[in-house]
């Protein structure tokens, strides 16, 4: 049986998660910024993100809950395909191609397509086809069909490499509440790690002013785009 999700809400900006704390750390800034200007924003999990060392079903529920609301967001759902094992099948795609459908997003923000977690691979490819196929019209995909426009990868990785963005977004004015969003998820990035400098909270924030120094911004989100991006004009931030 299908996973029972929220009322559909258009949505200008949808992130797809492969497990709950993702948005946060690759898009909570951009989540935030779209926020304060009136966008109606929403993440769809893949997976539950469990077992973990330690987490628990409800426990990461409640932490998702707590971040959803520094976020602000006005949708969330989770698909609960299986975690540690998401694969890119029919079926998976039919899911993900109906939510588009129902959401009928403007942007949608997918993993970066490199990763050392199989998750995340298959997560990027996946969004790839449920888009094509959210448009498709002779198909038993609930909803009317709909090609979301405009497809952009956030970098929440397990690989120590320097991506190349096609952009990176100012989000210094909304850095903190990126880092209360992030320290929701108590269980992932506290709980049994160490608390000697630098942990893994100072390495995000670290990782946010490092993207904001690249543009003269105190911090900064970075973006891929496997499609060109267009500029109404030359004036860059």
């Not at 459908?101 to 050392?116: H, N, T, V």
């Not at 426009?149 to 990785?157: K, Q």
């Not at 969003?181 to 909270?201: D, K, W, Y």
Request: aromatic share 8%; glycine share 6%; hydrophobic share 40%.
């Amino acid at each position: 049986m299908p996973p029972q999700l929220p009322p559909a809400v258009p949505l200008d900006l949808l992130v797809v998660a492969p497990h709950p704390d993702d948005a946060e750390i690759g898009t909570a800034g951009a989540l935030l910024w779209a926020r304060a200007r009136g966008w109606k924003t929403g993440v769809i999990e893949l997976t539950s993100g469990e077992p973990t060392p330690h987490g628990s079903l409800p426990l990461r529920a409640a932490e998702t809950q707590a971040a959803t609301e520094v976020l602000g967001l006005d949708w969330r759902g989770n698909l609960d395909l299986p975690n540690r094992s998401l694969e890119h099948t029919l079926e998976s795609r039919r899911a993900l191609a109906g939510v588009f459908r129902q959401l009928r997003p403007r942007i949608i923000l997918a993993p970066y397509w490199e990763d050392a977690h199989p998750d995340h691979v298959a997560a990027s490819a996946l969004v790839d086809a449920a888009r094509f196929w959210a448009k498709l019209s002779r198909s038993d995909i609930p909803g009317e069909p709909f090609h979301p426009p405009r497809i952009l990868n956030y970098f929440s990785i397990h690989l120590r490499i320097h991506p190349q963005p096609a952009f990176v977004l100012d989000i210094s004015a909304h850095l903190d509440a990126k880092m209360r969003a992030i320290q929701c998820f108590e269980s992932q990035f506290v709980t049994g790690r160490s608390a000697a400098f630098p942990t893994l909270l100072d390495d995000m924030r670290d990782r946010a002013r490092y993207w904001g120094w690249c543009i003269g911004r105190a911090y900064g989100e970075p973006y891929a785009s496997r499609e060109p991006l267009g500029l109404p004009g030359l004036e860059f931030a």
